[in-house]
């Protein structure tokens, strides 16, 4: 990504994260009109105390000084519970990219940096003991356009499945959850988390 680089946003950056915000806000689909209504007061003074006092930052890509992608995590406390005995909690937030940037990675990179800063300060899964969390993985899904089916080194058999067969052709849980979410695609992410060992357990999803 040449030109690139990312750093974490200070206040100077407040403006921009505003406005990609609300683009964010409507690009998941809020109702007609929610533009129009001003909520930059509300999140000025929010971004501003929360970068001060830590409890969220923002990783930020920059393309020859202009903002392209921003991320986000916010830090606070619920009340401890058996599965979270701590309380203490970070949700991933803010996850925007221009759209003629997406599709290069950037996102990831910088979901990475906001992870490895929530496993910094001891943010563990709600076991309360792996941190959180260990791997991120991304499901696309393509348009067909032209081509052959082709085998490869990982893959010697490949068939054309119709949608309703194709998770008769899968036994491993955590890719039979995976496809049946790409298989139930309706424009929205479908965020999913979830352990495979000592064996497979959904810990949660979400429509984000």
Not at 177 to 195: E, K, M
Request: glycine content about 6%; overall charge negative; some cysteine.
């Amino acid at each position: 990504m040449s030109n690139m680089q990312k750093r974490l946003a200070d206040q100077g950056d407040i403006s921009t994260l505003i406005k990609l915000r609300k683009q964010q806000l409507t690009d998941e689909g809020l109702p007609l009109g929610s533009m129009q209504m001003d909520i930059d007061s509300e999140l000025t003074d929010y971004i501003t105390s929360a970068i001060s006092d830590g409890s969220f930052i923002s990783w930020i890509m920059e393309q020859d000084g202009e903002i392209i992608a921003t991320s986000g995590v916010c830090f606070y406390a619920l009340p401890p519970n058996f599965s979270n005995p701590s309380g203490k909690t970070a949700y991933v937030t803010n996850m925007y990219t221009k759209p003629e940037y997406r599709r290069k990675g950037i996102a990831t990179e910088l979901l990475e940096m906001v992870i490895d800063e929530a496993r910094s300060r001891g943010y563990t899964w709600h076991d309360g003991k792996t941190a959180v969390p260990t791997k991120v993985m991304l499901d696309f899904i393509c348009d067909y356009i032209e081509g052959a089916l082709t085998p490869s080194d990982e893959t010697s058999e490949v068939i054309w499945v119709p949608k309703a067969n194709v998770t008769d052709y899968i036994s491993l849980p955590v890719l039979r959850l995976r496809f049946r979410n790409v298989l139930q695609f309706n424009g929205r992410i479908h965020y999913c988390s979830y352990v495979t060992q000592p064996e497979f357990k959904l810990l949660s999803e979400r429509i984000i």
